[in-house]
């Protein structure tokens, strides 16, 4: 039963912490908070489960969740307009019809209207989880009920990890010609134990910087087989998952872990990029004071046109009531900070991982932790003072608030359309490379139209009378 | 054990759902959402359950859960700095040494900090709660745990709420001296059953709108036996319980309910009061296009002249992603509108009561309700389309999301200033009437000081080297 | 030549000066920098001049200028839509037919754009100018061209500005039976000289808070001897002269002054009532971190709420780049502080009069004034150091900006109905009194319709799809 | 006298308006309107001056306004703080010490203190306009009782134009080794008449587009014989140019030409980069109603995501109260448009050439063009509507406000690096090529430690406590 865990990879065990840390650096506690985790120690993979169709292709933690989890999904599909115009386009035209895609991805509510999708594209999918923590047992349970071959749950072992992703790629009559990957452990997989299956396979697109990493090593060593999406490095993408989403989730993941009023407050947010534009913009908007520091002349700059006074941290660390950290830097936040602010401060980070408060420097005797509230912290000084840590220092976005549906649903979009790209490309059009979607895909495939309408359609805000819809109708088709 | 239900009140039942559905409008299901109510039916009146120190004084749902509960006390303790310094400051005077307080308000952290601060300044408290749905029962247990004499659980029958009621007021060889109440029922029922009880009563401190009412009626009719202090009236309280906090708690609200993005989504809000100034100003600043509807000539001048599209909503309701009411009228979004309103359109209510949505019109037999989370439920039409209505129409920020610890912090500060006033004035210096808080109460009292600072300390946000302390440096003393 | 200055009034020159000063606080210099004031020595009440009609009844610099200010008055009439749909109403219905208007305002084109709007509903009219430096003669000169009888100069002495306001008052064969005042300095003269003329006269319609207080004295005294009406103090009149006027003003004030950038600039506004908060708001948008003192602990908190550090002033004086002062209290800016300034820092007054800033304490020996530009003074410290003064202390958006057309616009309208209600009102409507004008008209008054639209469009910006427009039709007719 | 408009360009007489319209668009008459062009018919050319020294070595139109032009200087230093500390400096070391600079630039208070930072560092200065219409003539003669060899005036001919520059250049024993060139003019004269010039000549210091543009094809064809510096293309001055300086002068703009009320009008931008994101950003702030029309998808997503309806222009044009163009495209506002205008609409050109709006269009018989003030027009149409065209539709930032000095500080810093840097550079570090300024100088030239500190004063807006020197303290030097 522990066989997968002694999978020979070069790293070990190591290079699996760091492939979830990396690729989706935290869980979406927050998002999977509504999972009750609590019920039951069987493992899924002892269970005998059947869905009311009677099929049994599947592994999770409880197929009985099914409707709960159904629901969610019909949240999460409310604002993800673009896959369902696109769901509703394939009524007619199946261009993944054939399709035979394994996946490996967080699965969620959001990722479940992806893989709904692509099914009622005409595809086949077989799917496991990217992270351990991150599946919504309940989506999973509802996936499964739905007839997706679905083997995840929260809470995995190492080894259950990669014997889900197993179960999806070794399976008897059933070869995979797409792969849909989220940090490269998938493909890692296939490449390690079933290379055979690339002979087959028409494309990979992969999301994470990590699994793009891998790829451009792969693609460099002259190993990679097939060609590549990425999507990660579309502008949408990046500016979505950083001022866009940070504006907002930086409110979110305060709200619901301290209840703090922003009105009055005091804040230093360290570090003037996106990420930390985001985070000013909607704390300057509710009423906060907020000061920046900031190293790069330019951003600086920036900062200081945008209204925000350019301090070094010491300067007022004593006196805010807010430190957030979006540097992508090391030890931004150190012990010597940490000892002189005042009592209550909210310590966090927004930043790249989870090394810019150096949290270390608190596991010392003389400091009491006491845990107050899930991801909340109190650090407490001998004199009493109180410091209020959050998510230990890990990404706050990731693990106490939510990521818009409407964020996940650009990505899932551009993966959708990846995916149609791929598969359909006539022999030539993609070598054994890494490849960037096309920012207008109106020319090429045997889908333009529907393309290019798609790639419009990822920056439609849920309605028809939207600005992207207008935008469209000003572009030439 | 039903007998409290027989009370013989003038309205009867309709009289206690009014008092809790206008007193307090809706329950504060969010900040109790921590609680966890599943785990035992069995009745705490039936229960025999003891604090650490031997006292059974008490009734709630599971004095285990106490040390969960101090957790939370503790956290809001960090944003609640007023009440921590007047606890403090009565380290040396006990401004109520002798004070026999029976109270009735919301049961939550921060109401827990008011209690305990009482206690601090030398009072004695029995407590229950003014709501019954509102109580977090851990905080409750910590409260017990903590020797005070609380009787209260989230989910009490009515029979319940009149017998915790009865417990605090009802007691042998104790009689309370004053009354802090939320909503008057509590000072209903000792109206009621205990008259004689208010020949020691030296005054009544009452929160809410209905309260409030209900004492200027009793002293219209000539009824009112006490000086009564008025707090709902004061202005910190009348802009953080509008502008202030509903800036913040539409976004918490909508957040946590349906994790839609504010980012280009288009909202209706109708009603630019202070509420909808809020509701607007937030929305707006997270990059939302908002429109307003507003019939006063004024309001609307302030909308226009704020940067928002003044609109009929049936101008703009084929369009817009959000509903949000806020005017205080009925029926404000109807049938009609629902009928017009885009798939997947997010209706709400930050308003005074439950009724300007019309909820009723949307109980009919052709529209499937499907409850897809807590607060949450879609409403689908014949052809598909989804409305995704809050809180089934009842207040968005008490129902969905967590009423900042700074705002009730201030209410919470006046409330023990006008009972320290109460208790200590002079006689003659208030008749059987209700009262405001004196703007300035450093003339007047045994505690002029102390008020003085007090008064000024409620806008403190948090900190020493605050905007509040800068006045207070800047006010004569 | 000189008779007029010697009238006796109870105040002597002192009341003059007051009334000038208080009523229209400062003239408006920048509005009439269009003015050529240089060319031409000959008092215009020495010149014989005679429009294209051949008419001499007025007495302007030089009725030449006509068509540059008939220039202005069109560009005025470009945003004030309310007055101009008034005039089209009128067409018609003569609503003031009969009436013989004097009046006595400052004349620039938008009041201009009220007298002849006036003249259209079937008035006569008689002008003169509240302030002896505000006209701008060229829109005097438009005035005359068109028939109205003005007498107004830029520059006028004391001597001639009673002498325009008789040659208006006192005229063979022709009698006022209306008074449009500003600042009340006509009303006096004609209390004084012509108390006979009352007996004809229909009403008072007075705008400026002296005026006004002058009335109430009258009233008080029991010698107020036909009804008045107090457009000062109307909600629109407050908001638009203090918020969002100054929201405005504030910049246009600095940058036509000083060129000054506001991106990253510090500045210190003090005070944050109504014009405080329009300044802060201003500045704080366009990028520049602000600091607030304030002493009303309300104030402060909404300040603080508002994202602003409240500060002592010399906590900052020596940082900011610019002093802003709207407190309406005496020297709140003092020699202390000007001496700890930063060279270069900027130095106005947006408040009440011009006392905010201790102009006199500058006016030392060892400090050198410059003056560098219209409006702008170089006070130099003996070691080189320059503070920027702005109109010596006096009102920046009276002295050195241009009021929004708009603005002037709304209280144009409100003047404009306040003379067709009191003139149209019938007998025993209004007694000898100071009335406010009626929130709805439409009940009452002979002109019900076009009064309450015109209430309406009072708040219309100039288009007919505008909010206004769209209140309008929400509102029952 | 009129020998130099015969001098055989290459494309004559468009040649030189290209370079005037394209290397300066347009003429800075705001900030030339201080001028009193008006007194004086006599040709400078052939007036006899000498300022207080005894010098003749000028040509202004009148040394006697110098002590005018000297207050605009003094005005302007106090927001150019890096050239000031630059200058305090150079006491010591000199820099530019032997440097004989020929120069050809806007003559401006701006401008003029980097010529006397110029010449405090060590530098010979002759000087001339690049625009025969943006000079201060007071500025001008300023200079010149300075003892700078300044050859400008306001208004000079095509022919005074390159007589100007020749005087310049043609001098008995003086030989310049040093080109400051604003457009390419002087550089293309100097190539044409007096290549052997190019033999002493270390560099050219180049700012404008177009001449950058034409020394890129002097590169391209290998006829570039000195290294040059292309100080257009540089971080600070890109941001500057159109976000930071186009939302300030948006407002001045409007507001110099209208007098309009920003809040609540309706507001169209068309195209949404750096200059429309600042437009739009700063109307939004004083309450206006904005749209915004775009093709290109991600600007338009942005857009969206900052809360602004993107639309087609067809769909508003007849609602909005004002039109602003900055597109970089042509015609986007037809006749078509402008006939659907509804009256008053105000309509202006932010983008990169006059040609955005097509005015020409207007210019047909039935529409009557009214001038009612400088820069503004009324175009009437035969229904008697109004539009209100303004700077005939060339650049309003240029045309009607001034351009903040701390942004012409930016970049006049910028230059006088790049001289400094060039002047310095040991023999072989540059090329005869065209050179970007080295982001960091610290490691090159023999000024390391000065320049390094200069390209970081270059953001420090006036204050020793300001961002910028913060920034300065954190980084290693």
């Known amino acids: 039963m522990q066989e997968f865990t002694k999978f020979p990879t070069k790293t070990g065990r190591r290079s699996l912490s760091r492939s979830i840390s990396q690729s989706s650096t935290d869980s979406y506690s927050s998002a999977a908070s509504y999972t009750d985790s609590s019920d039951d120690e069987v493992s899924p993979r002892e269970k005998q489960q059947t869905n009311s169709k009677g099929s049994s292709n599947f592994c999770v933690k409880n197929?009985?969740?099914?409707?709960?989890?159904?629901?969610e999904i019909e949240i999460a599909e409310q604002d993800m307009s673009a896959l369902i115009s696109l769901r509703k386009r394939a009524q007619g035209e199946k261009p993944l019809a054939g399709a035979k895609i394994v996946g490996c991805t967080h699965i969620t509510?959001?990722?479940?209207?992806?893989?709904?999708?692509?099914?009622?594209?005409g595809a086949q999918c077989r799917w496991s989880a990217c992270n351990i923590y991150s599946t919504q047992n309940e989506v999973?349970?509802?996936?499964?009920?739905?007839?997706?071959?679905?083997?995840?749950?929260?809470?995995?072992s190492e080894d259950d990890f990669w014997w889900c992703i197993d179960r999806c790629v070794n399976v008897d009559g059933w070869q995979a010609n797409m792969i849909l990957d989220d940090g490269g452990d998938l493909t890692h997989w296939v490449y390690k134990k079933y290379p055979n299956v690339f002979k087959k396979i028409r494309g990979i697109v992969e999301e994470s910087v990590t699994g793009v990493h891998r790829l451009y090593q792969l693609s460099k060593a002259g190993k990679l087989c097939v060609p590549a999406m990425n999507v990660n490095d579309s502008?949408?993408?990046?500016?979505?998952?950083n001022l866009y989403c940070c504006r907002e989730s930086i409110l979110d993941g305060l709200k619901r872990t301290t209840d703090v009023m922003f009105g009055g407050k005091q804040v230093v947010v360290c570090g003037y990029g996106e990420v930390g534009k985001g985070c000013c913009a909607a704390l300057k908007a509710l009423g906060a004071i907020v000061y920046v520091t900031e190293i790069d002349?330019?951003?600086?700059?920036?900062?200081?046109?945008d209204g925000f006074r350019v301090v070094k941290l010491s300067e007022?660390?004593?006196?805010?009531?807010?430190?957030?950290?979006c540097t992508g830097n090391k030890n931004v936040v150190t012990r010597e900070h940490l000892d002189r602010m005042k009592n209550s401060c909210i310590v966090c980070n927004m930043g790249h991982s989870n090394t810019e408060i150096d949290v270390t420097s608190l596991r010392t005797p003389?400091?009491?932790?006491?845990r107050v509230r899930s991801q909340v912290d109190h650090v407490i000084w001998p004199d009493g003072k109180r410091v209020v840590l959050l998510a230990e220092g890990r990404l706050l976005n990731l693990s106490c608030s939510t990521v818009p549906?409407?964020?996940?649903?650009?990505?899932a979009t551009t993966q959708a359309l990846a995916l149609i790209e791929l598969y359909n490309a006539p022999e030539g059009r993609y070598k054994q490379d890494v490849y960037l979607l096309p920012k207008k895909m109106g020319d090429v495939g045997p889908w333009p139209f529907l393309c290019h309408r798609m790639s419009l359609s990822i920056i439609s805000p849920a309605t028809s009378t939207s600005p992207a819809c207008i935008c469209l109708r000003l572009m030439p088709t």
Chains 1, 2, 3, 4 share one sequence.
């Open 235 to 241: 502008v949408t993408k990046q500016k979505f998952d």
């Open 63 to 71: 197929i009985k969740q099914a409707e709960f989890g159904r629901r």
């Open 109 to 121: 509510a959001q990722t479940a209207v992806l893989i709904e999708t692509l099914c009622a594209l």
């Open 405 to 411: 549906t409407f964020v996940l649903s650009i990505t």
């Open 366 to 370: 003389e400091l009491t932790w006491e």
């Open 140 to 156: 999973a349970a509802a996936l499964a009920e739905a007839g997706v071959a679905v083997f995840a749950w929260k809470g995995e």
């Open 316 to 325: 007022v660390i004593r006196q805010v009531d807010v430190v957030i950290t």
């Open 297 to 305: 002349p330019i951003c600086a700059l920036q900062a200081c046109m």
